[in-house]
């Protein structure tokens, strides 16, 4: 499962952080990083981007870049 696929009020660990070069700096700079815990607070009113909460901050990120980070087994919960 990816980040772009857990529903709103969902909690997951990331597994893995995909993308490849500028990409994927960006997301790791950002803080998603393996083993971070994340929640997907909410959803713009189309859908795109949707608001994140890790790290004791809130992030918004697009579904187009959310589909990079793969979240653990049993995500969702």
């Given at each position: 499962m990816t980040l772009a696929q857990l529903?709103?009020?969902c909690s997951a660990?990331?597994?893995r952080v995909g993308g490849e070069g500028a990409l994927?700096?960006?997301l790791l700079d950002m803080?998603?990083?393996?083993?971070t815990q994340i929640t997907v607070r909410k959803t713009a009113p189309m859908g795109d981007p949707?608001?994140?909460h890790l790290r004791g901050?809130?992030?918004t990120l697009r579904l187009e870049d959310a589909a990079?980070?793969?979240l653990?087994?049993?995500a969702g919960v």
């Open positions: 529903p709103v009020g660990r990331i597994a994927r700096r960006r803080g998603l990083t393996p083993r949707i608001v994140l901050y809130e992030l990079n980070i793969e653990e087994e049993g």
